[in-house]
Nanobody
Framework: VQLQASGGGLVQAGGSLRLSCAAS????????MGWFRQAPGKEREFVAH????????YYADSVKGRFTISRTNAENTLYLQMNSLKPDDTAVYYC?????????????????WGQGTLVTVSS
């Protein structure tokens, strides 16, 4: 599956952004999906995960209550709604897909990665 993330940009602290990830190739609903992010000089970190039908979601503690992951299988699209953004949320955000079932916060458990979209939150 090929993944194309979009929607990043510059926003002030407290603002909102909605990231999208368009998938093409194999059947989108076969995959559980997620978002990771990587800030300059830092390790790549887990942000959120959603199972194949959207019934189950998981979030990093740092974004819980502010970010919402969702998907529309009929449109082969994954979303990340980000509210109450903080400067610490500044990073390149990657959408990912996993062939295996179940949740994982580990980058190497995801088989496919998009190219990333930059989110910059100014103070």
């Amino acid at each position: 599956v090929q993944l194309q993330a979009s929607g990043g940009g510059l926003v002030q602290a407290g603002g909102s952004l909605r990231l999208s990830c368009a998938a093409s190739g194999r059947t989108f609903s076969m995959y559980s999906m997620g978002w990771f992010r990587q800030a300059p000089g830092k390790e790549r970190e887990f942000v959120a995960h959603i199972n194949w039908n959207g019934a189950t979601t998981y979030y990093a503690d740092s974004v819980k209550g502010r970010f919402t992951i969702s998907r529309t299988n009929a449109e082969n699209t994954l979303y990340l709604q980000m509210n109450s953004l903080k400067p610490d949320d500044t990073a390149v955000y990657y959408c990912v897909a996993r062939s295996g079932s179940g949740y994982s916060p580990l980058p190497y458990d995801y088989d496919y990665w998009g190219q990333g979209t930059l989110v910059t939150v100014s103070s």
